[in-house]
Nanobody, 125 residues
Framework: QLQLVESGGALVQPGGSLRLSCAASGFTLAYYAVGWFRQAPGKEREGVSCISSSGGSTNYADSVKGRFTVSRDNAKNTVYLQMNSLKPEDTAVYYC??????????????????WGQGTQVTVSS
């Protein structure tokens, strides 16, 4: 069964850090670009970051540049999102998705073939 599983979401205080993981099973994630998206209550899903299949290209939303870092460990079939200096406005359900083109984008969710179930990140004091 092909699936992506996110983990690492939690309740954290403003200024804190979290590392989200996106683990693939049933397919080789190394052949896919991976995007991270988030959706807050009452808001549309937005692209946060993406990484190409090679790992050589990454992209970030302006709202997270300098605070979030995406990386991948193809040997572990896993992609990570390191989130530092978290703000209350980062509160959302975070999803990872795999794109078979290998390129990735944060502009739209349409190219993505597989999605995880999401993990909740709550930033609050």
């Amino acid at each position: 069964q092909l699936q992506l599983v996110e983990s690492g979401g939690a309740l954290v205080q403003p200024g804190g850090s979290l590392r989200l993981s996106c683990a693939a099973s049933g397919f080789t994630l190394a052949y896919y670009a991976v995007g991270w998206f988030r959706q807050a209550p009452g808001k549309e899903r937005e692209g946060v970051s993406c990484i190409s299949s090679s790992g050589g290209s990454t992209n970030y939303a302006d709202s997270v540049k300098g605070r979030f870092t995406v990386s991948r460990d193809n040997a572990k079939n896993t992609v990570y999102l390191q989130m530092n200096s978290l703000k209350p406005e980062d509160t959302a359900v975070y999803y990872c998705a795999a794109d078979s083109s290998g390129i990735g984008t944060i502009a739209t969710w349409i190219p993505y073939d597989y999605w995880g179930q999401g993990t909740q990140v709550t930033v609050s004091s």
